[in-house]
């Protein structure tokens, strides 16, 4: 049995407004168990109107693996922040025991931009 104990903010994402601007709603705080949080420092890839010097920026990405208990409403796109980082989920799965009960939904995120 799963049982969180990082406090996590949950603000569930609503689409876009009329002016293609982030539309958000109320946020939640609830608690999270995290599986991995890993901090990498990337190269950004080369743009096409870059100049000869083929310059790169260096872009730090966070992945992320949490886990949330059943009840909690975790949806693609929401906004999550825990740890002082915010993230932006891009896909949940349900995790069920053995008996084929609902455990725990796994939710992996990225770095809110």
Known sequence: MLRPHTPCK?????????????????PFSTKCAVVKIQVRDDKTAVRADSSASRGYANEETID?????????????GDKL???GVDLRVIEVMPRHDLHGILDHNQVDAVVWA
């Open 81 to 83: 922040t825990l740890l």
């Open 64 to 76: 992320a693996r949490l886990l949330f208990l059943p009840h909690v409403k975790v949806d693609k």
């Open 10 to 26: 949950v603000t569930p994402s609503r689409g876009f407004d009329l002016y293609g601007q982030r539309s958000s709603g109320v």
